[in-house]
């Protein structure tokens, strides 16, 4: 049965194998040809899988092993979108000099051929547990660039833009459904770096309204989800900025979980693993049925949480939604980008695994 989002759970890329990393370099350098990175990666994904589901996780990802970065790879694929230089110091990450692209809106939004269900078809055939899926959230379209980047030429009315939008997750959302997906995560920072003063100042620049912002995305999230099979468990995960183990912005969920919480979905992947999220309290508004998968163990650093500290902290959060409503898991993936965090693969899998030790001893 799936039941996702379960009570060991993860968010979903993990550090790319060295082979992996050398492969991929290879084909950028034309010295393999597409085919030759696909059974790279193939590889890759069969023994990560094989590793997940030995130290007992219920939902098993890819990875993302095929992608550069967790969100462009998929938007890119999108119609009417360009992946453009980030010009200055926008959502600049602290204490990096490469800055991801920006997703540019340059023509009419749609989705006229699958994209990664054919990721999605090769992970269902290698694993017996519950294929997840993470996508970017369709908010990822406009956060970074905001009103600025999206051509007032195809979208003079920005109601148009976030109908196409929608409609085009609605197509790409029935792709991964017709392959089988039934566990669906929305990859979705807008809502944790909109808790930012420095973000919602960005926003305004951007020419953008950062408290109305929320529940736009909200809005565009339950639109996009509107035709999903009835059987698709889908999930949230909202994060403060990963890129190589740095992060971008702080500030408790105050602002903005009520419009978060407003969304069609089963679950939420909140970050929690440092002060910087604040405090478990603007959890007291969790909808009835909801679960919080509570983000305690960081990606971030190597070094091991302690059961104690974790237990510890779930029986606080417990004091604002119900135990049974609660699951743990990672703050986010290990490998948000084809770079990696900066911690090991052995760290990587001994904090997975305490995930799942310490589920199992919280709710059996």
């Known amino acids: 049965m799936n039941h996702a989002p379960y009570r060991a759970d993860q968010v979903g890329s993990l550090l790319r ?4 990393v050398a492969d991929r370099a290879r084909f950028k350098r034309g010295a393999i040809d597409a085919a030759g990175l696909a059974e790279s990666e193939d ?4 023994a990560a899988v094989q590793r997940q589901e030995g130290i007992g996780l219920q939902s098993v990802t890819d990875g993302e092993f095929r992608r550069d970065w967790w969100h462009l790879d998929f938007l890119a694929q999108l119609d009417g979108v360009t992946l453009q230089d980030n010009p200055g110091p926008k959502f600049k990450i602290a204490g990096q000099g490469e800055q991801p692209p920006i997703a540019t809106v340059t023509g009419k939004i749609a989705c006229s051929r699958p994209i990664m269900a054919s990721h999605f078809d090769f992970l269902k055939s290698v694993t017996t547990r519950t294929p997840k899926m993470t996508i970017p959230s369709p908010s990822m379209l406009h956060l970074r660039g905001g009103r600025a980047a999206i051509s007032s030429q195809a979208y003079p009315d920005l109601a148009e833009f976030w109908a196409d939008v929608a409609a085009a997750y609605r197509v790409a959302i029935r792709h991964l459904a017709d392959a089988g997906c039934r566990y669906l995560q929305l990859d979705d920072i807008t809502f944790a770096y909109l808790c930012d003063p420095k973000i919602q100042a960005n926003c305004c620049a951007n020419g953008d309204d950062p408290a109305r912002l929320p529940q736009t995305y909200a809005d565009a999230i339950n639109a996009a989800l509107a035709d999903k ?3 698709m468990r889908v999930t949230i995960h909202t994060c403060r900025g990963n890129f190589k183990s740095a992060w971008v912005a702080e500030g408790a969920y105050d602002p903005v979980v009520e419009a978060m919480f407003s969304t069609n979905v089963d679950g939420y992947f909140m970050e929690f693993d440092s002060a910087r999220a604040g405090g ?3 959890l007291k508004i969790l909808p009835k049925g909801k679960k919080v998968v509570l983000g305690l163990v960081t990606t971030k650093l190597g070094e091991l949480e302690s059961k104690d500290d974790l237990r510890r902290r779930i029986d606080e959060a417990a004091q604002f939604v119900p135990l049974e409503n609660l699951c743990l898991s990672p703050q986010c993936g290990f490998s948000s980008t084809h770079h990696g965090n900066a911690l090991s693969q052995d ?7 305490r995930v799942v030790e310490v589920a199992a001893e919280v709710w059996g």
């Open 17 to 20: 194998p060295e082979g992996l």
């Open 43 to 46: 590889r890759a994904i069969r």
């Open 229 to 231: 099979p009835a059987d």
């Open 280 to 282: 478990f309290e603007p």
């Open 347 to 353: 760290d990587q899998w001994r904090k997975l695994e």
